[in-house]
């Protein structure tokens, strides 16, 4: 009775493959993302120079997007933008909650900041900054707040309670505020690499221990 080797089992050839590919898809996306993670803080705050234009008061207010008072109760500052959450009493236009979120770029010497626990009259678009649903800008009307609300009256009428979707600075967006969201891309596919190595070793690993033996050749018995 003699024994001969066989071929190596399909199964056991298939998961190796696998193995070698998905190490190199692993790899690939660890290195992207640790590159990017570099860049991100070896990378500078971008700065610009800003030169306002008069605004008129009237064209101002007509053209915002909202106009509301409000009171900022929060604040985070982020690489090139901070984000405040306001807490709203009086709304001119707009739909605008009784909290909400208000970016404003800090690229410029343009950019506007908002005292925590002081009341402002704001003039706020679409929101640019992330996390924000309203934005600020550092142009603005060159009057007092009083002539201002003045302003929005004529335009508007009486001010209103607010009455519109409300919006807050959540734990999660404490969280990834700072991180841009390509990063945090990159971040999720380095993840995933890994998830899918994991899961390919452990597959990798139940094979071998299914196999006849550890270099995958069977052993046949011949008379």
């Given at each position: 009775m003699s024994t001969s080797q066989g071929p190596p089992q399909p199964k056991y050839v298939r998961s190796?493959?696998?193995?070698r590919t998905v190490r190199r898809i692993a790899f690939g996306g660890l290195v992207v993302a640790l590159l990017a993670v570099v860049g991100f803080f070896l990378q500078g705050v971008p700065q610009g120079t800003c030169s306002c234009a008069v605004v008129d008061p009237d064209k101002a207010v007509a053209g915002?997007?909202?106009v509301f008072i409000g009171t900022p109760t929060k604040v985070l500052h982020g690489r090139d933008s901070d984000l405040y959450e306001f807490q709203v009493t009086e709304v001119f236009s707009g739909e605008v909650g009784a909290v909400t979120t208000v970016g404003t770029s800090t690229r410029t010497e343009c950019?506007?900041?908002f005292v925590v626990g002081r009341p402002s009259l704001l003039l706020v678009s679409a929101p640019v900054s992330?996390?924000?649903r309203w934005q600020a800008h550092g142009c603005g009307p060159d009057v007092?707040?009083?002539?201002?609300r003045a302003t929005a009256?004529?335009?508007y009428g009486p001010a209103h309670p607010p009455r519109g979707d409300g919006a807050e600075?959540?734990?999660w967006t404490r969280f990834t505020y700072k991180v841009p969201r390509t990063l945090q891309s990159l971040i999720l596919a380095a993840l995933g690499c890994i998830g899918v190595a994991g899961y390919a070793t452990w597959e990798l690993y139940r094979t071998q221990r299914s196999a006849p033996n550890e270099s995958g050749e069977g052993d046949t018995i011949a008379e």
């Open positions: 190796q493959r696998l193995w915002a997007a909202a950019n506007t900041a992330a996390g924000a007092s707040a009083a002539e201002l009256q004529i335009t600075i959540t734990t």
